[in-house]
Structures are given as structure tokens and as C-alpha cells.
């Protein structure tokens, strides 16, 4: 069964401090991972993909299909990264999005 | 339209009404999807159309849900003799692809929060 396990509720931070919020998953195949984030009275968006590899606003993620983890890191957080961030996982085919239950970043100034 | 568009924004209903959410994606976008988010909760996928058909609506909670969308534009939640369990924010996506990757995402809706009362 496909599952996303992101076990903080909540993480809070000082500004410049580093930052990594936990994702894991249950997936039987190649799954597509995904972090989206939600900013204060804002829409729910697509921050990035491991397939793209990129870095999105300072932050990655790197898939671990060993440890089948998904964890988004930033080296210094700021102030304005704070908001609620879901891992999300799609399966082969990509039709159809799970989502953790999120976790909400607080970075203190 | 520019943006997924979601209405009534808000609504509050009383127990055991029907209530009607709709949905209406960016133009073009043949997958269109409904989740659910409860208070402090992540989002809980409801069903999703691929055009206007429904390959998977097994996360519809109950019979009293249904969901139908007209081609590939605006699509109704229905909710009928609602319940307070049903209180939520109900959210739709549609899925584009994401410019400059090649791959895919969602664009969200600002959402409909649904009090049941």
C-alpha cells in the first residue's frame, strides 16, 4: 500500500539555522516523490520533484530508496520559509497523488 | 482560466443538507482531482477524472459522495444529508505539466471550507 509518513507535526527553527523535514514512504514500485508547500492564506504548491533534482528557493531533496525516505533540507533557514510543507508520493503512472499529513516550519528571528 | 478556481469559498450547511462544490480547472488540463483536508490533517485523496470519466473514486467516504465533471472543464462534489464528519476544506487540482522539468505537478485551488453545523 502507498503510504507518506512525515512524524514531526511541527518544527521550529532559529533564522540561519539548518533545516531538514522528514519524509518517508511505502511504495512496492518506483514512486515520484514530491514536497509542496503552503504559505500563510495562500494555495497549496508545488515546491519540487526528485526527478527534477533541483533547488527550489535553497532548498533539495534527495530520494533514498534504501531508506525509502525523502527528506527536504535547507542549509540556512529564513523567516519567510515558514509554512506548512506535505510530502507527497505518486505512483507508476503518476495518476493519482498521496500526501503526508504535513509539517508545519516555524523559523524564529 | 489562469488558475484552478474553487466555489463557494466558504460554506456552512446544516445537518443533512446537500451541498454542492464546484470546481473549475485551468483550461486544457485533462486530469482534474478532488482531495479532502480535515483540521489538522493531511489532505485525503476523494476521487480523480480523466477527462470526464472516473478511473478512481476510491476515496469517496460514502455513498452520500459523488463527484461528476462535464468533458474536460467544471466538476461537481456533491454531498448529500451531510454530516458534521464532513467538515473539511475540500480541495481540487488539476495536473499540468511542470515548465522547464518535463514532469508533472498539481495546481491547487484555493479550496472550499465546508462547516456543517
Known amino acids: 500500500a502507498q503510504r507518506v509518513t512525515q512524524p514531526e507535526k511541527l518544527l521550529s527553527v532559529f533564522k540561519g539555522a539548518p533545516v531538514e523535514l522528514k519524509c518517508n514512504y511505502s511504495?512496492?514500485?518506483?514512486?515520484?516523490l514530491f514536497w509542496y508547500v503552503q504559505y500563510s492564506r495562500q494555495r497549496l504548491q508545488l515546491l519540487l520533484r526528485?526527478?527534477s533534482r533541483e533547488s527550489i528557493k535553497g532548498f533539495t531533496a534527495d530520494l533514498n530508496k534504501g531508506e525509502t525516505s525523502f527528506h527536504l533540507k535547507k542549509p540556512f533557514a529564513q523567516e519567510e520559509d515558514s509554512a506548512m510543507y506535505y510530502c507527497?508520493?505518486?505512483?507508476?503512472?503518476?495518476?493519482?497523488?498521496?500526501f503526508g499529513a504535513g509539517t508545519r516550519l516555524f523559523v524564529k528571528a | 482560466g489562469a488558475g484552478v478556481s474553487q466555489s463557494p469559498s466558504n460554506k456552512v450547511t446544516e445537518k443533512g443538507k446537500d451541498v454542492e462544490l464546484r470546481c473549475d480547472p485551468i483550461?486544457?488540463?485533462?486530469?482534474l482531482y478532488w482531495y479532502r483536508q480535515r483540521l489538522g490533517q493531511g489532505l485525503e485523496f476523494l476521487i480523480y477524472?480523466?477527462?470526464?470519466?472516473?478511473?478512481?473514486k476510491s476515496g469517496l467516504p460514502s455513498d452520500r459522495f459523488s463527484a461528476e465533471r462535464t468533458g474536460e472543464s467544471v466538476s461537481t462534489l456533491t454531498i448529500q444529508r451531510t454530516q458534521q464528519e464532513d467538515s473539511a476544506v475540500y480541495l481540487c487540482?488539476?495536473?499540468?505539466?511542470?515548465?522547464?522539468?518535463?514532469?508533472?505537478?498539481?495546481?491547487f485551488g484555493s479550496g472550499t471550507r465546508l462547516t456543517v453545523v
Open positions: 511504495y512496492s514500485g518506483s514512486p515520484e
Open positions: 483550461s486544457g488540463h485533462t486530469a
Open positions: 507527497a508520493l505518486s505512483g507508476q503512472g503518476g495518476f493519482k497523488t498521496i
Open positions: 477524472f480523466q477527462g470526464n470519466s472516473a478511473p478512481d
Open positions: 526528485h526527478i
Open positions: 487540482a488539476s495536473r499540468n505539466i511542470v515548465p522547464g522539468t518535463g514532469g508533472y505537478g498539481y495546481t
